[in-house]
């Protein structure tokens, strides 16, 4: 399948810059969110991504954004890519309303970090048509989508997806579906972690970060990693794991729900562990 249409559901952080890189690889793409102001917000984004790449000799910003098409409900599409917040019942239901929408051979994904696709996939006439395509922030810049199989996914269709990262210059890796999948099983409790060596006093926010940084040669320590990722999605995914492993380990800090709780959710509030301008 080559995928000529691509919807993308979901015009925050990760969407926009899923469909930029998809625009980007000559493809058409159909934005959509219910959010006032979300997709124009996501455009301006691409615009100013897409001008730096050009300066070191990307593709031309007014040809990738030419191909970004805002439209205001779910449309038919050869793929579906959705990028909604890490709710499970709001993902069943746009899953619900695609598989209703895109024609019968079209292939239904989720970029979800967490949420079981079996659960996607089951809330859908076409299971075997339902995958796992997990992005990584901030996605024009890398190169890993995590590919995830349902029980129910076909070999076709994980093989198109495979393909089709490639062709956006990514690099797949598959995982099987378990809570958290390969990424976040390992990435959550470091975070994890690294909330409780502040809330328990033992080191300053940068110390630990800078710790992360030269001693493990990590580019971003795990304090501004959450603040990037948001910390209420990592609380959610921490959620997600505890609920679906049973392992205490995985329940998250109490700094980072109280974080949360008073709106300190990283770079998009302009408060996390860091204050951002």
Request: glycine share 8%.
């Amino acid at each position: 399948m080559t995928f000529e249409r691509v919807l993308v559901v979901g015009a925050g952080q990760m969407g926009g810059g899923i469909a930029q890189v998809v625009a980007a690889s000559g493809r058409a793409v159909f934005l959509h969110d219910e959010v006032p102001g979300a997709v124009e917000r996501a455009l301006a984004a691409m615009e100013r991504s897409l001008a730096k790449l050009a300066e070191k000799g990307g593709v031309e910003p007014s040809e990738v954004l030419a191909r970004v098409r805002p439209v205001e409900a779910i449309v038919d599409a050869d793929l579906m890519i959705e990028a909604v917040v890490e709710d499970a019942d709001v993902k069943r239901a746009i899953f619900r309303e695609a598989d209703t929408t895109l024609g019968a051979k079209a292939i239904l994904a989720s970029n979800t970090s967490s949420i079981p696709i079996t659960s996607l996939a089951a809330a859908t006439s076409r299971p075997e048509r339902v995958i796992g395509m997990h992005f990584f922030n901030p996605v024009p810049v890398l190169k890993l989508v995590e590919v995830i199989r349902a029980v129910q996914t076909s070999d076709e269709t994980a093989a198109a997806i495979v393909s089709l990262a490639e062709d956006l210059g990514k690099v797949p890796a598959e995982a099987r579906d378990f809570p958290g999948f390969v990424s976040n099983r390992i990435l959550m409790p470091f975070v994890n972690e690294a909330a409780y060596a502040l809330m328990e006093g033992v080191a300053e926010p940068e110390a630990i970060d800078t710790i992360a940084r030269l001693g493990f040669a990590h580019p971003m320590g795990p304090l501004a990693l959450a603040d990037l990722i948001g910390l209420d999605t990592c609380v959610s995914i921490m959620e997600v794991l505890h609920e679906g492993l049973g392992d205490p380990k995985y329940a998250p800090c109490p700094l980072l729900r109280q974080y949360v709780a008073a709106g300190r959710l990283g770079r998009k509030t302009g408060r996390g562990f860091y204050v951002y301008e």
